[in-house]
C-alpha cells in the first residue's frame, strides 16, 4: 500500500475490502497496535494508533498509495484501544493512568471530547453510530450516547459485573463482554426521539447469559449475528 511509517508495526489489518494484511517495520520508535479502517466523506480512511500515544490518519488512494492526513498524541501519552465509526466519522482511545476515553475527529483528528466515568484502567471499547460502549477494571460496563463534535456523550447507563472487562463486542442487538474464564451476553437496546431539535437517546443492557470457559482472559471477541 506504500504507507510510509517509521516505527515497528505489529498489526496492520482492515476489515471488508481488504486492504492491508501483513507485517513489518523500520525501527523501534513506535509500536502500532491496532488499525481499522472506513469510508469517511468519500475517502477510505486508515487509523493507526501506538502505544507511546501517537495516532495517523491516510487516506487510501484508488491506485493502492496512501496519503497522510493528520497526527495527533493522545493526552494520555499511551493508546491500548482504537475505535472507529466511519458512520459519524470519530474515534474513541483509551489507555493510559488518566482512566479518560478520548473522542476524535475524523479524518482530521482534532481531540473533541474525553469522558472520565470510570475509576480504574479502561480496557475496552465498542462503538456503532451514537452508541459508545466501554469497560474496564472498574468492574463496569457504561453506556454513552450522542457523541458528535459539538457535544460529548452522556453515560446513560452503568452495569455491573463480576470481575474487570477485558473485551466488548455487539451486533444485532447483543452484546458480549469477556472476562477472567468467562463471557457474558447481553441483551442491548438503544432508542432515541428528537426533543425539540435535540435528539435524545437511551441505551439498556439486561444479561442473558454467561459461557464458562477455561481459556483464561478474554481479551478478544468477535461477534456475527
Known amino acids: 500500500v506504500g504507507v510510509a ?5 505489529d498489526a496492520l489489518t482492515a476489515a471488508g ?7 513489518g517495520g523500520v525501527d523501534a520508535e513506535l509500536e502500532l497496535h491496532l488499525q481499522t479502517h472506513g469510508s469517511v466523506g468519500g475517502a ?18 484508488a491506485w493502492g498509495g496512501a496519503s497522510q492526513l493528520a497526527s495527533a498524541v493522545c493526552p494520555s ?25 478520548h473522542l476524535w475527529a475524523v479524518p482530521s483528528l482534532q481531540l473533541t471530547h474525553m469522558l472520565r466515568r470510570h475509576t480504574a484502567p479502561v480496557n475496552c471499547l465498542w462503538l456503532h453510530d451514537q452508541l459508545l460502549v466501554s469497560g474496564g477494571e472498574d468492574e463496569t460496563i457504561r453506556l454513552w ?18 470481575g474487570p472487562v477485558l473485551s466488548l463486542v455487539g451486533s444485532g442487538g447483543l452484546l458480549a ?11 442491548l ?4 426521539a428528537a ?23 478474554v481479551c478478544a471477541l468477535a461477534l456475527q449475528s
Open 195 to 217: 426533543q425539540g431539535a435535540v435528539a435524545v437517546g437511551w441505551a439498556t443492557l439486561t444479561p442473558l447469559r454467561e459461557l464458562r470457559s477455561s481459556m483464561g482472559r
Open 77 to 101: 501519552g499511551r493508546v491500548d484501544v482504537l475505535a472507529h465509526d466511519p458512520a459519524t466519522a470519530m474515534a474513541a482511545t483509551c489507555g493510559g493512568d488518566d482512566f479518560a476515553i
Open 189 to 192: 437496546e438503544v432508542s432515541a
Open 145 to 162: 450516547w450522542g457523541h458528535s463534535y459539538a457535544s460529548p456523550p452522556v453515560c446513560v447507563a452503568c452495569e455491573t459485573t463480576a
Open 177 to 187: 463482554s469477556g472476562h477472567a474464564g468467562k463471557v457474558s451476553l447481553w441483551s
Open 5 to 9: 511509517w517509521s516505527g515497528s508495526v
Open 17 to 23: 475490502k481488504g486492504l492491508l494484511d501483513g507485517r
Open 44 to 61: 477510505r480512511v486508515l487509523l493507526g494508533a501506538s502505544r507511546g500515544g501517537r495516532l495517523v490518519a491516510w487516506e487510501i488512494l
